[in-house]
């Protein structure tokens, strides 16, 4: 017998182990299939009350209209803080807006345009690193992504010692960290402390003290007058238009640590999961290789003009669908700093309030066939209206993700390379199953076979 369903005012009661164990083990398969319906749910928790907000107009309210009445999670703060430190990730209230007004100009179209040579050199030296066979590609991503960030953010590639050695430091941090976002909605009293694990603590301390070592050298080179045009040198001089003072080099390594975790871990994950849809759909893959033939005139020379972007509508609308059904922050947790009420129920001071891009990504009250890699559905009028509704992987409002425009041109433009020369074929027999981590990773990693496009 079928439960009838719940009345619409009612949110979903999920027990909230069950659903975190699910949620760290496979968030496709294992999710209550509920969830992809319910407008809200509540978690049940002993101390602490949780709820996630599921329909486009609490996801608004939260996100944009009264933003500031749900402030990061100091929950999530104190995980964090061993390596971000005081960074725009984390911080609230002035402090946050002053770090974005300093922050925001450097991700600009301009800027964006002027970061292109060097994401182009760091895409053509991925390309020479890739060899025939199969092979898990996380990897691949993550060593590129990571060498896109070094070269706009400092003009070193990832083979410098102390770029590789922030890279290697960030990956050992990754597996000793605790998993960042269900950290924060763990039903633990406040008081309970929950310290870092001690190996994180070691390698939090370690990236610091390179990332202090790279930040105090730029800024000398800016004292001296020969530091090169990039982001951090453009973060480091813009001037807040209100006070007119340059971050403090302590204040700037909280930033460079953020800008290396959220800029290359999260485009990774967007891309190692765009490969895995591409190659399970060959027929897209088809078209989408010859589109990619434009870059071919350009390979092994300088850097195109960055409009040569323009020319990957259909590689474009891949990565939008790939962050759709993978976004890769699969959660996010804010604090309700006031008494509200939700869809009829009262949410406490203090709760944790969790927008979900994951579900709300694939739910069915906005996007026909949720779970469909479908991604043509973009080239539609409709798709764009829901998109304004129901697609949040970059987030959205204020806090919404200052390196969307830098992210998206660099997957489009590493999706259009690797296309340009491979055919990606997925192995029936490693199916990825999305894992909760830092960002949606796959529990064995992606397996694919590269071969020769001819
Ligand atoms: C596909 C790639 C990316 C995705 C899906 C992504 C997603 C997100 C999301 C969802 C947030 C909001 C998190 C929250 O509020 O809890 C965020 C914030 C942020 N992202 Fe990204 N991001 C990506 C790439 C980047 C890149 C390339 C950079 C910088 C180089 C960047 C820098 C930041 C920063 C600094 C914040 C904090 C903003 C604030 O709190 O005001 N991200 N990102």
């Not at 990332?211 to 973060?235: H, S, V």
């Not at 930033?255 to 975790?261: D, E, K, N, T």
Request: some cysteine; proline content about 9%.
């Amino acid at each position: 017998m079928t439960r009838p369903p719940m009345p619409d005012h009612r949110p979903d009661r999920v027990a909230l182990w069950r659903h975190l164990r699910l949620f760290r083990r496979d968030i496709l398969s294992a999710q209550p299939a509920k969830l992809y319906r319910a407008k809200m749910a509540e978690f049940r928790l002993p101390f602490l009350q949780s709820v996630m907000v599921n329909t486009p107009d609490l996801v608004r309210l939260v996100l944009q209209e009264r933003a500031g009445d749900f402030p990061k999670s100091g929950r999530v703060r104190e995980g964090l803080r061993p390596l971000l430190g005081n960074s725009v990730f984390v911080t609230n209230g002035a402090t946050w807006a002053r770090q974005r007004r300093m922050i925001d100009p450097a991700f600009e179209g301009g800027r964006l345009r002027d970061s292109f040579p060097a994401m182009w050199d760091a895409t053509e030296s991925m390309a020479v690193r890739l060899t025939q066979g199969p092979q898990e590609v996380e990897a691949i991503t993550s060593h590129a992504a990571a060498d896109v960030i070094f070269r706009t953010l400092f003009s070193v590639p990832i083979e410098d010692a102390a770029a590789a050695e922030v890279y290697q430091s960030f990956r050992a941090h990754q597996r000793a960290a605790p998993i960042l976002n269900l950290a924060a909605v763990i039903p633990l009293p406040r008081w309970v402390p929950r310290p870092m694990p001690r190996a994180a603590r070691v390698t939090a301390r370690r990236i610091r003290a390179l990332i202090t070592g790279m930040t105090e050298a730029r800024a000398a080179a800016i004292g001296a007058g020969t530091a090169p045009d990039d982001l951090a040198t453009k973060i480091m001089t813009t001037r807040d238009p209100e006070t007119g003072a340059v971050f403090e080099t302590s204040e700037m390594v909280d930033q460079v640590a953020i800008f290396f975790l959220a800029g290359h871990e999260t485009s990774a994950s967007a891309l190692a999961w765009a490969l895995y849809l591409v190659a399970t759909h060959p027929e897209w893959q088809a078209e989408l290789a010859r589109e990619a033939q434009a870059l071919r005139p350009h390979i092994g020379g300088p850097a195109p003009d960055f409009g040569i972007l323009r020319q990957f509508p259909r590689i474009r609308d891949t990565v939008r669908e790939a962050l759709r059904l993978y976004p890769p922050v699969p959660m996010m947790v804010r604090e309700a700093a006031n008494p509200e009420t939700f869809r009829n129920r009262p949410v406490a001071p203090g709760a944790q309030v969790i927008v979900s891009p994951w579900h709300m990504g694939r739910n069915a009250h906005i996007w026909p066939e949720p779970h469909d890699f479908r991604p043509e559905r973009w080239a539609q009028d409709s798709t764009r209206a829901q998109a304004r509704d129901g697609y949040i992987p970059f987030s959205a409002g204020p806090r919404v993700c200052p390196g969307a425009g830098f992210a998206m041109a660099e997957a489009v433009l590493i999706l259009a390379r690797i296309l340009a020369d491979w055919e990606l074929r997925a192995d029936s027999a490693r199916v990825p199953v999305p894992q909760a981590h830092m960002t949606v990773r796959a529990r064995d990693g992606i397996w694919l076979d590269l071969r020769p496009r001819n």
